[in-house]
């Protein structure tokens, strides 16, 4: 079984920056990519990026250009920086892994706000 803990969220101002950390433990067996989406109410989940177990990596495009996933692939954790962070930002994260199957983290607030 696959747990995730997830960090980072808050309150931040328009442009401000945020750092977004998952850390997965349990049993991790073929592990190919680690992620995040967002939500907002009434709104169906967005990915927002993830990395693949190469290394690969994909944005949604309206955060291309200011967010940026990265993991450390020896600590299992991913990491979501965010930068000039905007309103429609705003939402709680979800982080997953993909691995026997895929298992999601218990999401964390973030709120982008004057």
């Known amino acids: 079984q696959v747990q995730l803990v997830e960090s980072g969220g808050g309150l931040v101002q328009p442009g401000g920056s945020l750092r977004l950390s998952c850390a997965a433990s349990?049993?991790?067996?073929?592990?190919?990519?680690m992620g995040w989406y967002r939500q907002t109410p009434g709104q169906q989940r967005e990915l927002v990026a993830l990395?693949?177990?190469?290394?690969?990596?994909r944005y949604v495009d309206s955060v291309k250009g200011r967010f940026t996933i990265s993991r450390d692939a020896a600590k299992n954790t991913v990491f979501l920086q965010m930068n000039s962070l905007k309103v429609e930002d705003t939402a709680v994260y979800y982080c997953?892994?993909?691995?026997?199957?895929?298992?999601w983290g218990q999401g964390t607030q973030v709120t982008v706000s004057s």
């Open positions: 349990g049993s991790i067996f073929r592990l190919s990519a």
């Open positions: 997953y892994v993909d691995a026997r199957t895929r298992t």
């Open positions: 990395i693949e177990r190469g290394g690969n990596t």
